[in-house]
């Protein structure tokens, strides 16, 4: 194929691994006359926290027919480049040693890169269409290393080095690219070819993993209706002892995961860990749609220079929680105990903390830049997660539609009517619009809803709306530092500190100290490293066997490192928390309502 560089031109070598730096080169063929600005993305999208990637950048500077330019830095992410006549070549080197699926890394073992992270924004080009020669390192060291990404290939081979193509920028920087000695896996979701790139070394079943995934992609390409926006799509998967996360693209998703949580070669059941990385693929995948293509609008109008504020993060990320699960037991994938699990244990992290009844979701969706992304010890007592409880308003959103509705609607008919309007047509969704559509879709009242689950800080009320379709709700004690539902019902007499709990080098440290609660009353403060309880040595294996030889109202003696300070405690202990919670099904449920759990469950209605 004729090479055909474009107008913008970008040429990405990995040029010093064990530096972790690559050198990069962008050439401009037509400058602005005026003076030519570039600059670097400040966030990436999909990751709503101001992120500053211009600070990895080691040098920067700019030549025309091979003579120097006068760059001159005009704010913290941007350059402007002097007037020049004809081309202009700007050379700069990135570090990279962010190993996450929103940065980049190299080393002697891989490179990855977020395009935000390399790739300039040539300011008053940005439509333009952009090429990118990437190339191997020429140490012979490296000769094995092949490359992954989504992006359209122009002379480069599969999986090789060489020339690819983006339509403007918005699409440059939306394929993250995977070079060296992975593994990889393909199949086929109704017809489209998708791989599973594996980077990082493990002994998972990646034909399972492979045979699950098909799956759950031909599940949520027939919620939203063929044909799929895509016609090709990379899973780009880094394997690590321990780790997760991921990032949604338009045509491709980042991964993270540990060694353990892929599937063993003949293990027949679903681990938990397994069940969490399908999960998380299933969540990425169906950002193909929501968030890639239905887009809230203040994040779709942003340069990525500064934040974006919308107050609709809960749609996006919470609906896609609420899908992600659901995707696996309606294709198939797990069983129905499996998924009241998964709802039980993502019900129970939302009731942990006052934080969900502190702060709305609209107000989380909003904050993010300044709460979500920056957790601190005391997140549970004041902040709503738009991930897992905006998951529990989507499943209470849904379950209303459906009894409003006389179960002749449900939020898979809002869903698709929102990627109708504005995925398929690109038009990004202004805020307010998903409540209109709710609405005029399927004919209910629902802005009582909203105004309490969402603009306020009710609850969803799951209990009345999970006993319509046979199911039950309960609320039990949960153990310190517990934060997944129970398998065995507690004893209702359990005493508690009321704390989050972490093992740090085989020390039991306060994570949260719960407001109110009996460490917090005593002066205990998350980070503190308990000692003894008692005069009794605290592990973590040991914490709960020795708070169990009391009861609530026992006042104990506790001894805490703060620092490098030995202090004090007299604690009156109090019951454990009921904020685990088990949703199973009520065997006493009547006809009508097992047949409306069967519609919700299958996504079907009347």
């Known amino acids: 194929m004729t090479r055909q560089l474009a107008q913008i031109h970008y040429e990405i070598i990995a040029a010093d691994p064990g530096g972790h730096v690559f050198d990069v080169h962008c050439t401009i063929a037509s400058p602005d006359p005026q ?21 990895h950048v080691i040098e920067l500077a700019a030549s025309s027919a091979g ?17 020049c006549d004809g081309p202009v070549d700007i050379h700069y080197r990135v570090y990279a040693n962010d190993l996450t699926v929103r940065g980049a890394h190299l080393d002697s073992t891989h490179g990855f890169f977020n395009g935000p992270c390399i790739f300039l924004r040539v300011h008053g080009q940005e439509e333009a269409r952009c090429t990118v020669q990437v190339e191997r390192n020429p140490n012979e060291r490296f000769a094995e290393w092949h490359l992954a990404t989504s992006m359209h290939r122009l002379d480069a081979a599969p999986h090789g080095f060489g020339l690819y193509q983006a339509a403007d920028y918005r699409e440059l920087i939306d394929h993250p690219f995977e070079m060296g000695t992975f593994q990889t896996q393909y199949f086929e979701a109704h017809g489209v070819p998708h791989q599973l790139v594996v980077t990082g070394r493990h002994r998972g079943d990646l034909v399972r993993v492979a045979r699950d995934l098909k799956l759950v992609c031909e599940y949520q390409m027939e919620l939203f209706g063929m044909p799929p926006p895509v016609d090709r799509y990379v899973f780009l998967l880094t394997v690590l002892g321990s780790g997760y996360g991921g ?76 899908y992600d699960d659901l995707s696996l037991y309606r294709s198939g994938v797990i069983d129905l105990d499996a998924y009241l699990t998964l709802v039980s244990n993502m019900a129970t992290r939302v009731w942990m903390g006052d934080g969900r009844l502190t702060q709305s979701l609209a107000d989380a969706s909003f904050d993010a830049w300044v709460k979500f992304y920056k957790r601190d010890d005391n997140a549970p007592n004041t902040q709503a997660s738009y991930y897992t409880k905006g998951a ?25 009517a929102v990627w109708e309007q504005h995925g398929r047509t690109d038009i990004p969704l202004p805020e307010g619009r998903f409540e209109e559509i709710a609405a005029e879709v399927c004919g209910v009242e629902l802005s009582d809803y909203f ?16 006993a319509r379709v046979g199911l039950s709700f309960d609320l039990m004690a949960l153990r310190d530092g517990d934060t997944r539902s129970p398998k065995k019902t507690p004893a209702e007499n359990l005493a508690a500190l009321h704390v989050g709990t972490r093992n740090v080098n085989g020390r039991l440290c306060l994570s949260t100290v719960y407001t109110h609660g009996p460490a917090h009353r005593a002066g205990l403060a998350s980070r503190d490293e308990l000692v ?15 708070l169990s030889c009391y009861r609530p109202g ?31 099904l009520d065997g006493e449920a009547q006809a009508a309502s097992v047949e409306l759990r069967h519609l919700w469950l299958h996504g079907e209605t009347l």
């Open 392 to 416: 529990l308003a989507a499943l209470g959103l849904d379950l209303t539609i459906r009894q409003r509705s006389d179960a002749r609607y449900s939020l898979d008919d809002v869903v698709r």
């Open 554 to 584: 026992d006042v104990v003696a506790i001894e805490a490192f703060r620092r490098d300070e030995l202090h004090r405690f007299s604690v009156e202990l109090d019951p454990a928390p009921h904020s685990a919670v088990r949703v199973a």
């Open 67 to 83: 003579e120097p330019v006068r760059v001159q830095k005009s704010d913290k992410s941007t350059w402007r480049i002097e007037s």
């Open 451 to 466: 105004d309490a689950v969402i603009r306020g800080v009710d609850d969803p009320p799951l209990a009345d709306l999970f």
């Open 247 to 322: 990032l949604e693209h338009g045509w491709s998703s980042s991964l993270v995961a540990g060694r353990n949580d892929l599937p063993r070669f003949g293990a027949d059941k679903i681990s938990d860990e397994y069940c969490g990385f399908l999960g998380l693929a299933s969540h990425e995948y169906f950002h193909l749609w929501n968030v890639k293509r239905i887009r809230p609008a203040p994040v779709a109008e942003s340069d990525l220079a500064r934040e974006a504020y919308t107050r609709q993060l809960w749609i996006f990320e919470g609906i896609t929680s609420y």
């Open 35 to 55: 003076g030519q600005c570039v600059s670097l993305p400040s966030w990436t999208p999909g990751s709503y926290l101001v992120r500053d990637f211009a600070g």
């Open 532 to 546: 003894a309880i008692e005069g009794m040595r605290v592990t973590p294996a040991n914490y709960h066997k020795l």
